[in-house]
C-alpha cells in the first residue's frame, strides 16, 4: 500500500518551487514598478570617528543598567542608613526580626527621602534640558553631577580625601571641583563607614548597660545557668518602645547628612 507525504515533506517541496520561481517572477516584474528602497545604515552613536551601532548601544546600556544597584550603595545615603539598622537590630537581640527584606525596604524608602532634593537639582538642572534638547550630553552629564558632587562633599572627611589622593598620586586639589570623581567616590565610602560605626556605637550603649545590669543581677542571685540575653531581651525591648525607638533612629539618620 503506498505511503501518503508527510506535511513536512510538502512543505520543502513547496519552498523549493517557490525559490526556483523567485528569479522568473523577478525578470517578470513591468520595468516601471517601483523598486523597494534599500534599508538606511542606521548609527545613532559614535566613539571618536567610528560610529557605534545600535546593538553595541543595547549592549551598553544593559551594562550601566546592571551596575545601578552599585551606584546605590556607593554615592547615596544607603550605607550609612542600612549598617545603622543592621547594628540596631544587632543591639536589640532580636535575632532576625525585622528581616532583612524590611530593613532594606525602609533603607531605601528613606534614602529616597534624603536624596530627593539632589536627584530633583540634577533633573532640572541636566536631565531636563537634555532631554528637551537644549544642551548636549557632555553639558548635561557635568551639570546633573554636580548636585551628586555636592552632597558626597559635604559628607566626606578630609583625612579620607586626602588618603585616596596620596593612593591616585595626586597631590592637593584647587578646589571642590578638581576632585576626580574615583576618589571622590572611595572617600564618600570610607567616610559613610565611620559615621555609620560612630552612630551604632551611640546605640549599643543604652542596650549594652541592661546586658550588664541583667547579668550582675542573674550572678548574685545564683541563676548562672540562665543566660542573661534571654532576660534582658524583654527590657531592651520594651525601653526601645517607650523611648519610640524607631522615630528616633529614622530621624537621627536623616538628620545627620548636612
Do not use: C, H, K, W
Given at each position: 500500500m503506498p505511503r501518503r507525504p508527510s506535511l513536512s515533506r510538502l512543505l520543502l517541496l513547496l519552498s523549493v518551487l517557490l525559490l526556483a520561481c523567485a528569479p522568473l517572477l523577478a525578470l517578470a516584474a513591468p520595468a516601471g514598478a517601483p523598486q523597494m528602497p534599500a534599508l538606511p545604515d542606521v548609527t545613532v552613536g559614535r566613539i571618536g570617528d567610528a560610529p557605534v551601532s545600535v546593538p553595541l548601544q543595547t549592549l551598553l546600556l544593559m551594562t550601566a543598567i546592571t551596575l545601578l544597584?552599585?551606584?546605590?550603595?556607593?554615592?547615596?545615603?544607603?550605607?550609612?542608613?542600612?549598617i545603622v539598622l543592621a547594628l540596631l537590630r544587632q543591639a536589640l537581640?532580636?535575632?532576625?526580626?525585622?528581616?532583612?527584606?524590611?530593613?532594606?525596604?525602609?533603607a531605601l524608602f528613606l534614602t529616597a527621602l534624603v536624596m530627593m532634593p539632589v536627584w530633583q537639582k540634577a533633573w532640572e538642572s541636566g536631565l531636563a534640558?537634555?532631554?528637551?534638547?537644549?544642551?548636549?550630553f557632555r553639558t548635561a552629564w557635568d551639570l546633573g553631577?554636580?548636585?551628586?558632587?555636592?552632597?558626597?562633599?559635604?559628607?566626606?572627611?578630609?583625612t579620607d580625601l586626602m588618603t585616596f589622593a596620596g593612593l591616585a598620586g595626586h597631590g592637593t586639589y584647587a578646589g571642590p571641583d578638581a576632585v576626580p570623581f574615583p576618589v571622590l567616590v572611595a572617600s564618600f565610602v570610607t567616610s559613610e563607614l565611620k559615621t555609620?560605626?560612630?552612630?551604632?556605637?551611640?546605640?549599643?550603649?543604652?542596650?549594652?548597660?541592661?546586658?550588664?545590669?541583667?547579668?550582675?543581677?542573674?550572678?548574685?542571685?545564683?541563676?548562672?545557668?540562665l543566660s542573661p540575653m534571654l532576660v534582658s531581651a524583654p527590657f531592651k525591648i520594651l525601653l526601645f518602645v517607650l523611648v519610640d525607638g524607631w522615630v528616633l533612629t529614622v530621624g537621627t539618620l536623616a538628620a545627620s547628612f548636612n
Open positions: 544597584p552599585s551606584l546605590l550603595l556607593v554615592m547615596t545615603a544607603f550605607t550609612r542608613i542600612i537581640g532580636t535575632g532576625q526580626t525585622p528581616s532583612n527584606q524590611i530593613l532594606v525596604g525602609l534640558p537634555y532631554l528637551n534638547g537644549e544642551i548636549d553631577a554636580a548636585p551628586l558632587r555636592g552632597f558626597m562633599l559635604a559628607q566626606v572627611r578630609d555609620a560605626f560612630e552612630i551604632g556605637f551611640l546605640i549599643f550603649i543604652p542596650f549594652v548597660i541592661i546586658d550588664i545590669v541583667v547579668a550582675s543581677v542573674l550572678m548574685s542571685m545564683g541563676m548562672m545557668m
